[in-house]
């Protein structure tokens, strides 16, 4: 990728401009990404074409994530042209699904695509239980069993032991957008586990941001909910350090 230097900034993203992969189903990142961003912070996306949504069975979502990472390359070249300052993908699955080996695979080549540093939904969501000193989690999902177990596996290959889980057992991509928020906050209700430090929520087509850092509050521990985990750990990255008491601890005190 050719980045020109002018000398001048975009002049809505002057402090940075953001590149966000979602999958097409996806319709809740970009608006909670757009409700969190600071003054002077951009977001571009594009899609990674998710062909069949329906994750009734394990079978069928281990298809589905397979056949779409075939599309994350042009969507990262087609990013790149914008010339981001950093990418994020903005999905769970796809950064869990094939442990931390995968995700570091999926990171590099993200890089390479577009040659600026990558945050993908894993990443984020640990740099975030590093920054809080949580090893003991409880955690809420909309998948099936496997996604439940991908995501478990995931955590406990890096040190964090998962104490609870609650899944909302979403039947396909575009319902996980269908949860409401008394389904959500009722999730985290079931989650919380006195010998938890943290509650985690993953599923980026979750809307869940609002609702965790409420959540905080009633069950007093920390609720990370992993789109505002991402979009912390991307800030940060870039040396964006504002601070927001609307969001949750990570925003509030990192």
Same mark, same amino acid.
């Given at each position: 990728m050719i980045r020109e230097d002018t000398g001048s900034r975009d002049a809505l993203g002057y402090r940075a401009k953001l590149g966000v992969i979602v999958p097409s189903t996806n319709t809740i990142v970009e608006p909670e990404y757009y409700q969190m961003?600071?003054?002077?912070?951009?977001?571009?996306? =594009?899609?990674?074409?998710?062909? =069949?949504g329906d994750l009734r069975t394990g079978a069928k979502m281990d298809a589905a994530l397979e056949k779409m990472r075939g599309t994350m390359e042009h969507a990262a070249r087609c990013l790149a042209t914008a010339q981001i300052d950093l990418l994020v993908l903005g999905m769970s699955a796809e950064s869990f699904w094939w442990g931390r080996g995968g995700n570091d695979e999926i990171t590099a080549k993200l890089r390479a695509w577009t040659g600026v540093d990558a945050v993908t939904g894993s990443t984020g969501?640990?740099?975030?239980?590093?920054?809080?000193?949580?090893?003991?989690?409880?955690?809420?999902?909309?998948?099936?069993?496997l996604g439940d177990q991908k995501v478990v596996a995931f955590l406990e290959e890096a040190g964090v032991r998962v104490l609870?889980?609650?899944?909302?057992?979403?039947?396909?991509?575009?319902?996980?957008?269908?949860?409401?928020?008394?389904?959500?906050?009722?999730?985290?209700?079931?989650?919380?586990?006195?010998?938890?430090?943290?509650?985690?929520q993953v599923g980026t087509n979750l809307s869940a941001v609002r609702l965790a850092a409420a959540a905080e509050g009633e069950f007093g521990k920390p609720v990370l909910a992993i789109n505002a985990a991402v979009f912390w750990a991307a800030l940060r990255r870039l040396g964006i350090a504002d601070r927001r008491s609307d969001l949750g601890i990570l925003f509030r005190e990192h």
């Open positions: 961003a600071p003054p002077g912070v951009t977001i571009v996306a =594009d899609r990674m074409e998710l062909f =069949d969501m640990l740099e975030g239980l590093r920054a809080i000193g949580a090893e003991r989690v409880s955690l809420l999902t909309p998948y099936n069993e609870g889980l609650h899944s909302l057992r979403c039947p396909t991509a575009v319902s996980i957008a269908h949860a409401t928020e008394a389904e959500i906050r009722d999730g985290f209700r079931h989650c919380d586990r006195p010998e938890a430090q943290a509650i985690v």
